[in-house]
């Protein structure tokens, strides 16, 4: 279960898979980590997805992994406010 999104350049490069669970609408949940957002690249092509999700109407969530395992009832929170959100 999924979908595409596209940003209006099209393009392989331009692509990024989301996976959805029944009920959560247009939230995406992205961990953020330090060893894949340490290079230059890394956080253009980070930014790039993240807007490309943007204009297409979706809500993107950006966690830390830190936050997930020292603090996962923070993480729930965040995750039903957003699905709270209209």
């Keep these: 279960m999924g979908s595409q999104l596209r940003s209006a350049a099209g393009g392989s490069a331009s692509r990024c898979r989301t996976r959805g669970l029944p009920g959560w609408g247009r ?3 992205e961990i ?47 995750v039903r406010a957003a699905m709270a959100q209209p």
Excluded: C, K
């Excluded at 953020?32 to 297409?56: C, K, L, M, P």
């Design 27 to 29: 939230l995406i949940i």
């Design 32 to 78: 953020d980590g330090y060893e894949f957002h340490s290079s230059r690249t890394h956080y253009r092509n980070d930014r790039d997805r993240w807007n490309r999700a943007t204009v297409q109407g979706f809500m993107t969530l950006r966690i830390t992994a830190e936050t997930i395992l020292r603090n996962p009832q923070e993480f729930i929170r965040l």
